[in-house]
């Protein structure tokens, strides 16, 4: 059991922290270069959205997209004693990986614990900039001084939600046609990465061929506007 437990636990911890690794496709500036940050993300977005993926809620307000999701772990004290990353203090479940304390319920010789995990993936600030591109939102990340992460939201007519990372395009040739790419290299990266610094209307060309926003990394279904839920 303390075997499936740990596997469980290093899954979901491995799902929270997939969003932290090194893209393969940095950018020069934020995009597009030629468009204003927004202060506020616009109402049309805000809401709560449900991933059938993963069983993740991403809840979207006027500054931020923060992921949660929700599980239950049952466990046993003899497990708890026995593992290192686990700890019971004052009736909650201390979970090293997380650095969080959860409650917990006991019944006989078992533990139930609720884990709830959230996750800001962006909030509005001088590190992380939100600007608007053909009726989406484009969310741009500072990774360095020189870099930046880019990523593209579009919402349906039915309130379906698409995140979007600019991925490794299949053809660099044409993407190079398009704008300069530049190759960086780090003895301690394993993948290819590619920097671009594309005008307005690079960008523009490059989203309309499907180069780099082809594919959606999330999709998320709307369950409620935010407005009906603070009203």
Request: aromatic share 10%.
């Amino acid at each position: 059991m303390k075997k499936g437990l740990n596997y469980c636990l290093g899954v979901i911890f491995l799902i929270m922290i997939l969003g932290s690794c090194q893209p393969s496709v940095v950018f020069g500036d934020p995009q597009p270069v030629t468009v204003d940050p927004l202060t506020n993300i616009p109402d049309i977005y805000r809401g709560i959205y449900w991933c059938n993926v993963d069983s993740a809620s991403l809840f979207i307000d006027d500054k931020a997209f923060v992921r949660r999701k929700e599980f239950l772990i049952k466990t046993t004290l003899q497990e708890i004693e026995t593992d290192p990353d686990l700890d019971l203090v004052n009736d909650q479940l201390y979970v090293n990986d997380w650095e969080g304390f959860f409650p917990v319920t006991e019944k006989g010789d078992t533990i139930t614990s609720q884990i709830i995990l959230r996750d800001t993936i962006f909030a509005i600030s001088d590190k992380q900039l939100v600007k608007t591109f053909r009726g989406h939102l484009v969310l741009n990340f500072k990774l360095n001084n020189d870099s930046w992460e880019v990523l593209v939201v579009s919402q349906s007519s039915d309130g379906l939600l698409t995140i979007s990372k600019a991925t490794m395009p299949e053809d660099l040739a044409k993407l190079d046609s398009i704008t300069t790419i530049n190759f960086l290299k780090d003895s301690e990266r394993t993948q290819t990465q590619i920097y671009l610094k594309p005008t307005a209307k690079e960008f523009a060309r490059i989203y309309d061929d499907g180069l780099l926003f082809s594919k959606s990394c999330t999709y998320h279904e709307r369950i409620f506007p935010l407005k009906e839920i603070i009203d």
